[in-house]
């Protein structure tokens, strides 16, 4: 099983579960799974983490920050040359599926290249884009994108959530609690009362 996380659910780890985790079980379970390729940290997530929430996540998970940590396991991954598996067909798809028609109608033609192209550099296109090229490779390895987005749209953007584009590419969702819930067998969390 292979997992890439998005910033939002490594906020959602330090924020909210890691506090309470007594034995730092958790903390080592994530750290396990990263060491061994099983968890993927995409550059553009490392990236939003550093700027999002005072950089709590690279404060917690400090690892993250380690030179020799980072240069021994690759971390984190490189999207500079991440392209979708058929271009064409996928900008075709952020135009006319993965856009809100309602808010794209509001924009002009340059406003909406220019959204495209944020989106298109943003960590959750990159997220999806791995998770398409994972799935176009042939491989039996089930991929799962854990974020804490819903396909509720909330926020007037241009596009989807990213739950409602996975859904559109038939790519695995997740939240948090169940990923974890997926290494149950692998870890014992007591969670401690503060």
Known sequence: MRIVIDTSSLIALVRYYLPFDANNNLYELVKKKIQSGDIVILDAVLTECKFQSNGLVLKKLDFLEDKDFKKKYKIPLKTDDLFPPAPAKFIRQVENQFSIGVMKN?????EFELEKERWLNSADAKLIIYCLNHNNQGTFEEIYLVTEETK???DLKVFQKI???CAILNINVLALPELINKFNNEINVDFINK
């Open 106 to 110: 509001k924009l002009k033609d340059f």
């Open 152 to 154: 509720a749209q909330n």
């Open 163 to 165: 739950p409602a584009i």
